[in-house]
Protein backbone atom coordinates (compact mmCIF):
# COMPACT_ATOMS: atom_id res chain seq x y z
CA UNK A 1 0.00 0.00 0.00
CA UNK A 2 1.21 3.26 -0.99
CA UNK A 3 2.48 5.99 1.95
CA UNK A 4 2.91 9.19 1.77
CA UNK A 5 6.02 10.56 3.28
CA UNK A 6 7.13 14.16 4.52
CA UNK A 7 10.03 16.38 6.03
CA UNK A 8 10.38 19.58 6.90
CA UNK A 9 10.73 21.92 3.19
CA UNK A 10 14.50 22.36 3.77
CA UNK A 11 16.99 21.38 6.47
CA UNK A 12 20.30 22.92 7.85
CA UNK A 13 22.25 20.56 10.64
CA UNK A 14 25.24 20.69 11.92
CA UNK A 15 27.88 23.65 13.73
CA UNK A 16 27.29 26.92 11.73
CA UNK A 17 23.48 25.69 10.25
CA UNK A 18 22.22 29.18 11.28
CA UNK A 19 24.67 31.38 9.72
CA UNK A 20 24.34 28.41 5.87
CA UNK A 21 20.93 29.19 6.61
CA UNK A 22 20.74 32.63 6.34
CA UNK A 23 20.22 33.01 2.32
CA UNK A 24 16.90 30.51 2.39
CA UNK A 25 15.90 32.58 5.20
CA UNK A 26 15.89 35.97 3.39
CA UNK A 27 13.48 34.36 0.69
CA UNK A 28 10.55 33.43 3.32
CA UNK A 29 9.38 36.81 3.70
CA UNK A 30 10.27 40.85 5.02
CA UNK A 31 9.34 40.44 8.18
CA UNK A 32 9.54 37.63 10.90
CA UNK A 33 7.37 36.88 14.46
CA UNK A 34 10.53 35.13 16.41
CA UNK A 35 8.39 32.86 18.75
CA UNK A 36 10.41 32.36 22.17
CA UNK A 37 10.95 32.25 25.79
CA UNK A 38 12.29 34.98 28.23
CA UNK A 39 15.01 32.53 28.95
CA UNK A 40 15.90 32.40 25.01
CA UNK A 41 16.45 36.18 25.15
CA UNK A 42 18.54 36.43 28.51
CA UNK A 43 20.77 33.64 27.44
CA UNK A 44 21.53 35.43 24.08
CA UNK A 45 20.38 33.22 21.86
CA UNK A 46 17.54 35.47 20.40
CA UNK A 47 20.59 37.88 19.59
CA UNK A 48 22.10 35.28 17.95
CA UNK A 49 18.85 34.95 15.60
CA UNK A 50 18.10 38.46 15.43
CA UNK A 51 22.07 39.18 14.07
CA UNK A 52 21.33 36.67 11.49
CA UNK A 53 18.10 38.21 10.34
CA UNK A 54 19.42 41.71 10.45
CA UNK A 55 22.32 40.83 8.60
CA UNK A 56 19.83 39.30 5.98
CA UNK A 57 17.94 42.31 5.54
CA UNK A 58 14.87 41.51 7.40
CA UNK A 59 12.70 43.09 10.19
CA UNK A 60 11.47 40.98 13.05
CA UNK A 61 9.34 41.54 16.06
CA UNK A 62 10.15 39.35 19.70
CA UNK A 63 6.98 37.49 21.24
CA UNK A 64 8.89 36.21 24.11
CA UNK A 65 6.17 35.04 26.37
CA UNK A 66 6.30 31.42 25.99
CA UNK A 67 6.74 30.70 29.76
CA UNK A 68 5.54 27.28 30.26
CA UNK A 69 3.56 24.83 28.13
CA UNK A 70 2.21 26.30 25.39
CA UNK A 71 -2.13 27.18 26.04
CA UNK A 72 -4.01 28.44 23.96
CA UNK A 73 -4.03 32.08 25.49
CA UNK A 74 -0.23 32.42 24.41
CA UNK A 75 -1.66 30.87 20.77
CA UNK A 76 -3.81 34.49 20.96
CA UNK A 77 -1.12 37.03 22.17
CA UNK A 78 1.40 35.91 19.82
CA UNK A 79 -1.29 36.22 16.87
CA UNK A 80 -2.30 39.79 18.04
CA UNK A 81 1.48 40.39 17.81
CA UNK A 82 1.85 38.74 14.69
CA UNK A 83 -0.50 40.96 12.95
CA UNK A 84 0.01 44.28 14.97
CA UNK A 85 3.25 43.89 13.43
CA UNK A 86 2.63 43.60 10.35
CA UNK A 87 4.61 39.79 9.78
CA UNK A 88 4.72 37.81 7.21
CA UNK A 89 6.52 34.54 8.48
CA UNK A 90 7.52 32.91 11.51
CA UNK A 91 10.45 31.71 13.39
CA UNK A 92 10.65 29.37 16.59
CA UNK A 93 13.30 29.32 18.97
CA UNK A 94 13.68 27.47 21.75
CA UNK A 95 12.12 23.55 22.98
CA UNK A 96 8.63 22.14 21.73
CA UNK A 97 6.49 25.25 23.32
CA UNK A 98 7.87 28.12 21.40
CA UNK A 99 7.89 25.45 18.28
CA UNK A 100 4.04 24.25 18.78
CA UNK A 101 3.17 27.58 19.51
CA UNK A 102 4.36 28.88 16.33
CA UNK A 103 2.77 26.51 14.36
CA UNK A 104 -0.42 27.59 15.97
CA UNK A 105 0.22 31.00 14.95
CA UNK A 106 0.85 30.27 12.10
CA UNK A 107 -2.70 28.20 11.63
CA UNK A 108 -4.81 30.85 12.46
CA UNK A 109 -3.21 33.98 11.04
CA UNK A 110 -3.72 32.20 7.55
CA UNK A 111 -7.10 30.84 8.68
CA UNK A 112 -8.70 34.20 10.25
CA UNK A 113 -9.68 32.85 13.04
CA UNK A 114 -9.29 33.84 16.97
CA UNK A 115 -9.74 30.45 19.14
CA UNK A 116 -6.96 27.24 17.95
CA UNK A 117 -9.30 25.21 20.09
CA UNK A 118 -11.71 25.48 17.26
CA UNK A 119 -9.20 23.12 15.00
CA UNK A 120 -9.49 20.15 17.87
CA UNK A 121 -9.94 17.30 16.23
CA UNK A 122 -9.61 18.05 12.64
CA UNK A 123 -6.64 17.89 10.21
CA UNK A 124 -5.70 21.06 9.08
CA UNK A 125 -5.06 21.80 5.36
CA UNK A 126 -5.01 25.50 5.54
CA UNK A 127 -1.89 27.13 4.02
CA UNK A 128 0.38 28.64 6.99
CA UNK A 129 2.88 31.58 5.89
CA UNK A 130 6.62 30.48 5.79
CA UNK A 131 7.52 28.83 9.37
CA UNK A 132 11.17 28.29 10.67
CA UNK A 133 11.78 26.03 13.73
CA UNK A 134 15.19 26.32 15.10
CA UNK A 135 15.14 24.45 18.67
CA UNK A 136 17.46 24.53 21.44
CA UNK A 137 17.22 20.98 22.89
CA UNK A 138 17.36 17.72 21.16
CA UNK A 139 14.02 15.78 22.21
CA UNK A 140 10.59 17.26 20.63
CA UNK A 141 11.63 16.74 17.14
CA UNK A 142 8.45 19.18 16.24
CA UNK A 143 10.64 20.84 13.63
CA UNK A 144 10.03 17.76 11.51
CA UNK A 145 6.16 17.22 12.34
CA UNK A 146 3.17 18.55 11.52
CA UNK A 147 1.97 18.30 14.88
CA UNK A 148 1.00 20.97 17.63
CA UNK A 149 0.56 20.28 21.00
CA UNK A 150 -1.54 22.82 22.53
CA UNK A 151 -3.48 22.94 26.34
CA UNK A 152 -7.23 24.05 26.32
CA UNK A 153 -7.22 26.31 29.35
CA UNK A 154 -10.84 25.93 29.63
CA UNK A 155 -11.01 22.13 29.49
CA UNK A 156 -8.30 21.46 30.71
CA UNK A 157 -7.07 19.13 27.86
CA UNK A 158 -3.67 18.50 25.86
CA UNK A 159 -4.67 19.25 22.12
CA UNK A 160 -2.99 17.28 19.36
CA UNK A 161 -3.12 19.45 16.39
CA UNK A 162 -2.27 18.46 13.39
CA UNK A 163 -1.84 18.83 9.55
CA UNK A 164 0.80 19.38 6.55
CA UNK A 165 0.47 22.76 7.02
CA UNK A 166 1.93 23.14 10.00
CA UNK A 167 5.62 21.33 8.94
CA UNK A 168 7.74 23.80 9.13
CA UNK A 169 9.44 25.29 5.82
CA UNK A 170 12.72 25.34 7.27
CA UNK A 171 14.14 23.48 10.01
CA UNK A 172 17.94 24.61 11.35
CA UNK A 173 19.62 22.07 13.90
CA UNK A 174 22.52 24.20 14.92
CA UNK A 175 23.70 22.07 17.87
CA UNK A 176 25.57 25.47 19.50
CA UNK A 177 21.66 26.06 20.75
CA UNK A 178 22.18 23.14 22.78
CA UNK A 179 25.32 23.22 24.73
CA UNK A 180 23.54 25.43 27.49
CA UNK A 181 20.52 22.64 28.17
CA UNK A 182 21.21 21.67 31.65
CA UNK A 183 21.50 17.71 32.46
CA UNK A 184 18.08 17.37 33.62
CA UNK A 185 16.61 19.10 30.64
CA UNK A 186 19.07 17.23 28.70
CA UNK A 187 17.72 14.03 30.39
CA UNK A 188 14.02 14.58 29.51
CA UNK A 189 14.26 15.95 26.18
CA UNK A 190 16.56 13.28 25.23
CA UNK A 191 13.89 10.41 26.41
CA UNK A 192 11.45 12.33 24.73
CA UNK A 193 13.42 11.39 21.73
CA UNK A 194 13.83 8.06 22.13
CA UNK A 195 10.58 7.71 23.45
CA UNK A 196 9.68 9.10 19.59
CA UNK A 197 11.96 6.65 17.91
CA UNK A 198 10.40 3.73 19.77
CA UNK A 199 6.94 4.42 19.68
CA UNK A 200 7.19 4.96 15.83
CA UNK A 201 8.90 1.84 15.28
CA UNK A 202 6.91 -0.27 17.49
CA UNK A 203 3.77 1.55 15.50
CA UNK A 204 1.01 -0.27 13.51
CA UNK A 205 1.62 2.81 11.52
CA UNK A 206 5.47 2.16 10.81
CA UNK A 207 6.70 2.13 7.37
CA UNK A 208 10.19 1.10 5.84
CA UNK A 209 11.01 4.90 5.54
CA UNK A 210 9.75 5.34 9.02
CA UNK A 211 11.78 2.54 10.73
CA UNK A 212 15.44 3.88 9.14
CA UNK A 213 15.23 7.08 10.65
CA UNK A 214 14.02 5.30 13.70
CA UNK A 215 16.43 2.74 14.00
CA UNK A 216 18.79 5.05 13.55
CA UNK A 217 17.81 7.72 16.14
CA UNK A 218 17.35 4.48 18.72
CA UNK A 219 20.91 3.96 18.03
CA UNK A 220 22.38 7.40 18.02
CA UNK A 221 20.73 7.89 21.38
CA UNK A 222 21.80 4.88 23.50
CA UNK A 223 25.51 6.12 22.65
CA UNK A 224 25.43 9.61 23.01
CA UNK A 225 22.66 10.60 25.44
CA UNK A 226 25.14 9.87 28.31
CA UNK A 227 28.03 11.46 27.52
CA UNK A 228 25.51 14.87 26.94
CA UNK A 229 24.20 14.32 30.20
CA UNK A 230 27.05 13.85 31.81
CA UNK A 231 29.11 16.53 29.44
CA UNK A 232 27.02 19.27 28.15
CA UNK A 233 29.87 21.16 26.49
CA UNK A 234 30.68 17.63 24.73
CA UNK A 235 30.11 19.11 21.23
CA UNK A 236 30.03 15.62 19.71
CA UNK A 237 27.35 14.35 21.86
CA UNK A 238 25.31 17.58 21.58
CA UNK A 239 25.30 17.56 17.80
CA UNK A 240 24.78 13.79 18.01
CA UNK A 241 21.56 13.95 19.66
CA UNK A 242 20.18 16.87 17.69
CA UNK A 243 20.18 14.40 14.72
CA UNK A 244 18.61 12.06 17.02
CA UNK A 245 16.15 14.26 17.78
CA UNK A 246 15.34 14.98 14.16
CA UNK A 247 15.40 11.39 13.36
CA UNK A 248 13.23 10.33 15.98
CA UNK A 249 10.98 13.81 14.52
CA UNK A 250 10.88 12.32 11.33
CA UNK A 251 9.85 8.50 11.84
CA UNK A 252 7.00 9.43 14.25
CA UNK A 253 5.65 12.86 11.85
CA UNK A 254 5.39 9.73 9.19
CA UNK A 255 4.66 6.54 11.35
CA UNK A 256 2.76 8.16 14.66
CA UNK A 257 3.32 7.34 18.37
CA UNK A 258 1.21 5.30 20.57
CA UNK A 259 0.45 4.19 24.26
CA UNK A 260 2.85 6.72 25.57
CA UNK A 261 2.02 9.55 23.83
CA UNK A 262 -1.91 8.44 24.50
CA UNK A 263 -1.38 8.47 28.35
CA UNK A 264 0.97 11.37 28.88
CA UNK A 265 -0.98 14.35 27.58
CA UNK A 266 -3.44 13.60 30.13
CA UNK A 267 -0.90 13.53 32.75
CA UNK A 268 0.40 17.16 31.45
CA UNK A 269 -2.76 18.80 30.74
CA UNK A 270 -3.75 17.68 34.69
CA UNK A 271 -0.64 18.00 36.64
CA UNK A 272 1.14 20.37 34.62
CA UNK A 273 4.55 18.07 34.02
CA UNK A 274 5.90 19.18 30.60
CA UNK A 275 5.81 16.56 27.86
CA UNK A 276 9.29 15.19 27.57
CA UNK A 277 9.03 14.36 31.72
CA UNK A 278 5.78 12.33 31.75
CA UNK A 279 7.16 10.16 28.50
CA UNK A 280 9.92 9.71 30.39
CA UNK A 281 8.05 8.60 33.54
CA UNK A 282 5.57 6.67 31.69
CA UNK A 283 8.49 5.06 28.96
CA UNK A 284 9.60 1.88 30.73
CA UNK A 285 5.98 0.72 32.49
CA UNK A 286 4.23 0.75 28.86
CA UNK A 287 6.58 -0.24 26.69
CA UNK A 288 6.42 -3.80 29.26
CA UNK A 289 2.87 -3.86 28.36
CA UNK A 290 3.53 -3.04 24.77
CA UNK A 291 6.10 -5.09 23.96
CA UNK A 292 4.03 -9.11 23.52
CA UNK A 293 2.54 -7.55 20.44
CA UNK A 294 5.74 -6.75 19.07
CA UNK A 295 8.42 -8.83 20.19
CA UNK A 296 10.32 -9.19 16.42
CA UNK A 297 10.13 -5.04 16.70
CA UNK A 298 11.56 -4.66 19.99
CA UNK A 299 13.73 -7.53 19.44
CA UNK A 300 15.38 -5.43 16.45
CA UNK A 301 16.03 -2.65 18.41
CA UNK A 302 17.85 -4.61 21.07
CA UNK A 303 20.29 -6.05 18.66
CA UNK A 304 20.35 -2.61 16.87
CA UNK A 305 22.11 -1.15 20.14
CA UNK A 306 24.60 -4.52 20.83
CA UNK A 307 22.94 -5.86 23.84
CA UNK A 308 21.83 -8.65 21.95
CA UNK A 309 22.84 -10.30 18.88
CA UNK A 310 21.82 -13.44 16.12
CA UNK A 311 21.61 -15.93 18.64
CA UNK A 312 19.00 -14.69 20.68
CA UNK A 313 15.38 -14.81 19.68
CA UNK A 314 12.76 -11.99 19.32
CA UNK A 315 11.43 -12.20 22.84
CA UNK A 316 14.96 -12.32 24.60
CA UNK A 317 16.27 -9.99 22.21
CA UNK A 318 13.41 -7.61 22.96
CA UNK A 319 14.04 -7.73 26.98
CA UNK A 320 16.91 -7.09 26.73
CA UNK A 321 16.25 -3.74 25.18
CA UNK A 322 13.65 -2.99 27.46
CA UNK A 323 16.19 -3.90 30.45
CA UNK A 324 18.88 -1.32 28.48
CA UNK A 325 16.04 1.32 28.01
CA UNK A 326 15.06 1.09 32.41
CA UNK A 327 18.89 1.48 33.15
CA UNK A 328 19.49 4.20 30.72
CA UNK A 329 16.37 6.16 32.38
CA UNK A 330 17.10 5.65 35.55
CA UNK A 331 21.30 6.26 35.01
CA UNK A 332 19.44 10.13 33.79
CA UNK A 333 17.24 9.98 37.02
CA UNK A 334 14.37 10.18 35.89
CA UNK A 335 11.87 10.61 38.50
CA UNK A 336 8.79 8.79 39.17
CA UNK A 337 5.71 10.86 39.67
CA UNK A 338 6.00 11.04 43.69
CA UNK A 339 9.72 12.40 43.53
CA UNK A 340 8.20 14.70 40.81
CA UNK A 341 5.74 16.26 43.73
CA UNK A 342 1.93 14.48 41.74
CA UNK A 343 -0.14 13.73 45.04
CA UNK A 344 -1.21 10.27 44.81
CA UNK A 345 -4.90 10.61 46.21
CA UNK A 346 -5.31 13.30 43.64
CA UNK A 347 -3.83 11.05 40.91
CA UNK A 348 -5.89 8.50 41.31
CA UNK A 349 -9.19 10.14 41.42
CA UNK A 350 -8.07 11.72 37.84
CA UNK A 351 -7.58 8.24 36.27
CA UNK A 352 -11.29 7.35 34.72
CA UNK A 353 -10.96 11.11 33.27
CA UNK A 354 -7.21 10.82 31.65
CA UNK A 355 -8.22 7.01 30.49
CA UNK A 356 -10.43 7.75 28.67
CA UNK A 357 -9.00 11.08 26.96
CA UNK A 358 -5.57 8.75 26.59
CA UNK A 359 -8.26 6.32 24.43
CA UNK A 360 -10.07 9.80 22.95
CA UNK A 361 -6.78 10.71 21.19
CA UNK A 362 -6.29 7.52 18.89
CA UNK A 363 -2.56 7.19 20.11
CA UNK A 364 -2.89 4.09 22.17
CA UNK A 365 -4.70 2.13 19.53
CA UNK A 366 -1.27 2.54 16.93
CA UNK A 367 -0.09 0.06 19.80
CA UNK A 368 0.51 -3.65 17.92
CA UNK A 369 -0.79 -5.42 21.28
CA UNK A 370 -4.63 -4.49 21.35
CA UNK A 371 -5.45 -2.57 24.60
CA UNK A 372 -9.05 -0.85 26.02
CA UNK A 373 -9.56 1.57 28.57
CA UNK A 374 -9.42 -0.55 31.40
CA UNK A 375 -5.67 -1.51 30.06
CA UNK A 376 -4.95 2.13 30.53
CA UNK A 377 -6.35 2.82 33.75
CA UNK A 378 -4.24 -0.22 34.99
CA UNK A 379 -1.16 1.38 33.62
CA UNK A 380 -1.61 4.78 35.01
CA UNK A 381 -1.94 2.82 38.35
CA UNK A 382 1.27 1.09 37.91
CA UNK A 383 3.17 4.01 38.27
CA UNK A 384 3.17 4.45 41.76
Known sequence: MAREFSVPGSLFTGSGALDAAAEKLAKLGKKALIVTDPMMVQMGNCAKVEKTLAGAGLEYTVFSRIDGEPTDSMVKDGLEQYR?????????????????????????????GEDITAYMG???????PP???IPTTAGTGSEATQFSIINDTRNHVKMLLKGNSMLPDLAVIDPRFTMTAPPKVTAATGLDALCHAVEAYTSRKAQPLSDVFAVSAVKRIFQFLPTAFCDGRNEEARIEMSIAALEAGIAFNNA?????????????????????MSNAILMSTCLRFAVSGAYDRFGDLGRA????????????????FLDALTALTRALKTPDLESYGVNREEFFGCIDKMAHDAMESGSPQNTMRDMTEKDVKELYRQLW
Open 84 to 112: SEGCDFLIALGGGSPMDTMKSIGVLAAAG
Open 256 to 276: SVTLIHGMSRPIGALFHIPHG
Open 122 to 128: TVIEVPA
Open 131 to 133: MVA
Open 305 to 320: IGVADGDDGDEAAAWK
